[in-house]
């Protein structure tokens, strides 16, 4: 590629801490030679955060996304600032579709609330349904990278009742099989680790004597997947799972249903480090790892670890190249 990568910010809510962890974020990292930073924001972004962005970059605003297309900045020091009147999940939108087109080569989002993307008019309950609907990638999977361990969903936004239905024994392989393609992003001890897939009953349905998922599922994918060469182990009981000595027998557990994965990865990364990639897409986005957190908004408490982490990695799996060989 000759032109330098250009990375889109998407700051989220309004009202939410997007901009104030972007404004903390790009002030940590400064700027990037061979990174081109595009930042969408609302007009109510609170004038502290963009004077923070001015201390190291230069801004050219501008009001619309095909203005935002057309600059070609003459530094990386140099930064460009959408002030969009548009409801934060279109910014997610156009800047997918730019990610599709080449216009721009990944994605770094701030939180958005699925409220805001109602008002929006849109028929989506997150980041991931939106690029969904927008790529047309058949398999998207949630993955969490942190410090102490990772984690992949192989279900979505998807109310309980429906969890067992939607895990077929090709979903949760092809959840297995872009684990593997994360567990070798990692760092080279990770790397040589297993995945540890989660069952999805208690006690891992003890031998189908607590639900026959294990046996019906599990055992079919988890064979696909070894025929693959892609090293697992499981089904691990889910009450342990999880325990402190398993995070260095495992690269990426592997997890049924999004609250078994997220509630310790959140009980034990906080804000102090984590970062979401979206795994399937024809593009990269990654995301923190936490919300909106609108109870402390103008209040400057917001900790931006997880967007420095996100940004870095949007930045790191950009340069890779062609992000259909890992994500």
Same mark, same amino acid.
């Given at each position: 590629?000759?032109?330098?990568?250009?990375?889109?910010?998407?700051?989220?809510?309004?009202?939410?801490?997007?901009?104030?962890?972007?404004?903390?974020?790009?002030?940590?990292?400064?700027?990037?030679?061979?990174?081109?930073?595009?930042?969408?924001?609302?007009?109510?972004?609170?004038?502290?955060?963009?004077?923070?962005?001015?201390?190291?970059?230069?801004?050219?605003?501008?009001?619309?996304?095909?203005?935002?297309?057309?600059?070609?900045?003459?530094?990386?020091?140099?930064?460009?600032?959408?002030?969009?009147?548009?409801?934060?999940?279109?910014?997610?939108?156009? =800047?997918?579709?730019?990610?599709?087109?080449?216009?721009?080569?990944?994605?770094?989002?701030?939180?958005?609330?699925?409220?805001?993307?109602?008002?929006?008019?849109?028929?989506?309950?997150?980041?991931?349904?939106?690029?969904?609907?927008? =790529?047309?990638?058949?398999?998207?999977?949630?993955?969490?990278?942190?410090?102490?361990?990772?984690?992949?969903?192989?279900?979505?936004?998807?109310?309980?009742?429906?969890?067992?239905?939607?895990?077929?024994?090709?979903?949760?392989?092809?959840?297995?099989?872009?684990?593997?393609?994360?567990?070798?992003?990692?760092?080279?001890?990770?790397?040589?680790?297993?995945?540890?897939?989660?069952?999805?009953?208690?006690?891992?349905?003890?031998?189908?004597?607590?639900?026959?998922?294990?046996?019906?599922?599990?055992?079919?994918?988890?064979?696909?997947?070894?025929?693959?060469?892609?090293?697992?182990?499981?089904?691990?009981?889910?009450?342990?799972?999880?325990?402190?000595?398993?995070?260095?027998?495992?690269?990426?557990?592997?997890?049924?249903?999004?609250?078994?994965?997220?509630?310790?990865?959140?009980?034990?990364?906080?804000?102090?480090?984590?970062?979401?990639?979206?795994?399937?897409?024809?593009?990269?986005?990654?995301?923190?790892?936490?919300?909106?957190?609108?109870?402390?908004?103008?209040?400057?408490?917001?900790?931006?670890?997880?967007?420095?982490?996100?940004?870095?990695?949007?930045?790191?799996?950009?340069?890779?190249?062609?992000?259909?060989?890992?994500?």
């Amino acid at each position: 590629m000759n032109r330098p990568l250009r990375i889109v910010i998407t700051t989220g809510d309004a009202d939410g801490i997007g901009t104030e962890i972007s404004a903390k974020a790009l002030a940590k990292l400064k700027p990037q030679k061979g990174v081109h930073f595009i930042l969408w924001r609302s007009p109510l972004c609170p004038p502290r955060h963009l004077r923070l962005i001015d201390r190291n970059f230069k801004r050219i605003r501008v009001a619309t996304w095909p203005e935002a297309l057309r600059i070609a900045p003459q530094s990386h020091k140099e930064i460009i600032d959408i002030c969009s009147s548009l409801r934060p999940p279109h910014w997610v939108e156009m =800047s997918a579709s730019g990610c599709l087109f080449g216009h721009v080569d990944a994605i770094a989002t701030a939180p958005l609330s699925k409220s805001e993307i109602v008002a929006a008019g849109i028929e989506a309950i997150g980041h991931t349904e939106i690029l969904k609907r927008v =790529s047309r990638a058949p398999n998207l999977f949630m993955a969490f990278v942190g410090k102490h361990f990772s984690v992949v969903l192989a279900t979505g936004h998807e109310p309980l009742r429906e969890v067992a239905a939607s895990l077929t024994p090709h979903r949760l392989y092809e959840a297995l099989a872009a684990a593997n393609r994360l567990r070798k992003l990692l760092p080279r001890k990770q790397r040589e680790l297993p995945l540890g897939l989660v069952g999805l009953n208690p006690h891992s349905g003890e031998g189908g004597l607590i639900g026959t998922e294990e046996l019906d599922i599990f055992e079919d994918a988890l064979k696909e997947a070894r025929r693959h060469k892609i090293p697992v182990e499981g089904p691990l009981v889910p009450d342990s799972a999880f325990f402190k000595q398993n995070w260095s027998a495992y690269s990426v557990f592997v997890c049924p249903y999004h609250d078994q994965g997220l509630i310790p990865f959140k009980m034990i990364h906080g804000q102090d480090s984590g970062v979401h990639i979206t795994m399937g897409l024809p593009f990269v986005r990654t995301s923190v790892d936490h919300g909106t957190a609108k109870n402390i908004f103008g209040k400057n408490r917001a900790n931006p670890n997880s967007m420095v982490e996100a940004i870095e990695w949007a930045i790191r799996l950009a340069k890779h190249g062609d992000p259909r060989a890992t994500l």
